[in-house]
């Protein structure tokens, strides 16, 4: 099994807590989450490389960086960053919500 599909379990929604503790990132993460599988989705939907090996080659490089990120949402200093992204997040479900 590759290192990107054994990390993939650590951003599962179930696990939010575990990765997310001290973190502004817990009550986000689900959604995050939730927007990056789409994200993945839709780019194997139109991957028309053999057995998917673009969308394969995306994720075994992209979850590494997430869970990096998780991680440094933690880390003193970063919080603003890390509320950024969460205020981005919350922004993205309400046009979703408001458009549907």
């Given at each position: 099994?590759?290192a990107?599909r054994?990390s993939a379990?650590?951003?599962s929604?179930?696990?939010?807590e575990?990765?997310c503790?001290?973190s502004?990132l ?5 959604h995050?989450?939730?927007l990056?599988h789409?994200?993945?989705?839709m780019f ?6 053999p ?5 394969r080659e995306?994720?075994?490089?992209t979850?590494?960086v ?6 440094l949402a ?10 950024q992204?969460?205020s981005?997040?919350r922004?993205l479900?309400?046009f979703?919500?408001?458009?549907a």
């Amino acid at each position: 099994m590759r290192a990107g599909r054994l990390s993939a379990g650590r951003l599962s929604a179930g696990r939010t807590e575990e990765c997310c503790r001290g973190s502004v990132l817990r009550a986000e993460l689900p959604h995050l989450v939730w927007l990056y599988h789409m994200g993945v989705l839709m780019f194997w939907v139109h991957d028309g490389s053999p057995d998917a090996m673009r969308t394969r080659e995306l994720v075994d490089r992209t979850v590494p960086v997430i869970d990096r990120l998780i991680k440094l949402a933690r880390v003193p200093g970063l919080g603003p960053v890390a509320h950024q992204l969460v205020s981005i997040a919350r922004d993205l479900r309400q046009f979703a919500v408001r458009d549907a």
